[in-house]
């Protein structure tokens, strides 16, 4: 490997999106799908045996002005929306032990053990008070 350009974010990017693009044509079956994954594996094989370094650099460099605004703006929407996710996880784990409840005036999610009859809720963010069953 001396002498070689090696591995890059353009290389992964290619990769990422010929292994993508196979597994979409093996759902669907279309041969254009099969040979343009072919052709973006070869595209990152030769990007990364090339011995044109400044060639590869720069192509690197063009890629990667485009993708890092693309790639806040992805990880900006994530972070957003990165409480209700968590929400849905805690949710998701503990479903059989707890019930979950949204408190009627602030919409916090409340968690309230199973199996103790009707129990009056309060909310700790807003201090609403609500009769639930559980």
Not at 83 to 108: E, G, Y
Request: hydrophobic residues 45%; contains cysteine; glycine residues 6%.
């Amino acid at each position: 490997m001396a002498g070689r350009y090696g591995p890059d974010h353009l290389n992964t990017a290619l990769l990422i999106a010929a292994f993508v693009i196979s597994l979409i044509w093996r759902l669907t079956g279309l041969r254009v799908l099969y040979i343009l994954s072919l052709l973006l594996l070869l595209t990152a094989l030769f990007r990364f045996l090339s011995r044109n370094i400044t060639a590869r650099r720069a192509e690197n460099d063009r890629f990667l002005r485009f993708w890092w605004p693309a790639r806040t703006k992805i990880i900006g929407f994530f972070s957003r929306h990165r409480a209700r996710f968590n929400n849905f996880l805690i949710c998701v784990k503990s479903r059989r032990t707890h019930k979950f409840f949204r408190c009627p005036s602030c919409k916090n999610i409340l968690r309230v053990p199973r199996g103790k009859g009707r129990v009056q809720v309060t909310c700790p963010k807003c201090g609403e008070r609500f009769i639930r069953r559980t």
